[in-house]
């Protein structure tokens, strides 16, 4: 794979700090400290978040609204996931790394994997898979 350059598009957005800043619509709460730190600002939502330059710069913003539409933090698609693996959720959605309270469609037992678990190992009841 070719080493990616400071002209490439996608790699590098030219631009004052300043500029970057506004384009990711992150507002700076102080002066822009350099590259070597990160630059403590807010985003829409009000989120405080430090990036570094260089994140923004490839894209990047605000965390933790950048991960709201992922699959991890997304009940409906963590709720897809679990049900393809045969286990029916009788909670809401804990977080992916919580144990999640379900009963198996297949031998009616309740189990509490992790979302994170079942949607990496494609595995859903302890039961079932011991089975031969």
């Known amino acids: 794979m ?9 790699y590098y957005s ?68 679990m049900r393809a693996a045969l286990l029916e959720p009788l909670v809401p959605y804990p977080g992916a790394s919580q144990p999640w309270p379900c009963r198996c469609m297949t031998c009616g037992a309740e189990v509490a994997p992790r979302y994170s678990k079942v949607r990496h190992r494609k595995i859903g009841c302890r039961y079932c898979v011991k089975r031969p």
Do not use: Y
């Not at 070719?2 to 996608?10: G, T």
């Not at 807010?42 to 430090?50: I, L, N, S, T």
């Open 2 to 10: 070719p080493r990616r350059s400071p002209d490439d598009e996608v």
């Open 14 to 81: 030219p631009g004052t700090p300043e500029q970057l800043m506004a384009q990711a619509e992150l507002t700076p709460l102080e002066p822009f400290p350099g590259t070597k730190r990160g630059w403590r600002a807010r985003c829409p939502q009000g989120h405080e978040v430090a990036p570094f330059i260089h994140d923004v710069r490839r894209g990047g913003g605000c965390k933790r609204c950048n991960w709201r539409g992922r699959e991890w933090n997304n009940a409906e698609k963590a709720t897809e996931v």
